[in-house]
C-alpha cells in the first residue's frame, strides 16, 4: 500500500509540475511532494523486511538485444 501511495504522490507531483509552468507555484509545494514521495519510498522498504527483500534496480539488465 506505500508502494501504491507514492505512486499517487508522484501523480500528484507531475501534475503540480505542470501547472507551475502555466502559473506561480509556491516552491514549497513541489519540495513537499517530492519529500513525500521520498519518504513513502523509504517506509515501504523499511516496511518489505527493511528492503532485504526488494528486487533492485539494475539499468539495461532487462534489455533485448
Known amino acids: 500500500m506505500l508502494h ?3 505512486a499517487v504522490v508522484r501523480r500528484a507531483e507531475r ?4 501547472i507551475a509552468y502555466q502559473e506561480p507555484v509556491t516552491p514549497a509545494a513541489l519540495r513537499y511532494v ?3 514521495s521520498d519518504l513513502l519510498f ?3 522498504r ?3 523486511d ?4 526488494d ?10 538485444s
Open 15 to 18: 501534475e503540480v509540475t505542470e
Open 34 to 36: 517530492n519529500r513525500l
Open 55 to 64: 528486487t533492485l534496480w539494475n539499468p539495461g539488465a532487462s534489455r533485448q
Open 42 to 44: 523509504v517506509l515501504a
Open 4 to 6: 501504491v501511495a507514492r
Open 46 to 48: 523499511v516496511e518489505n
Open 50 to 53: 527493511e528492503g532485504h527483500r
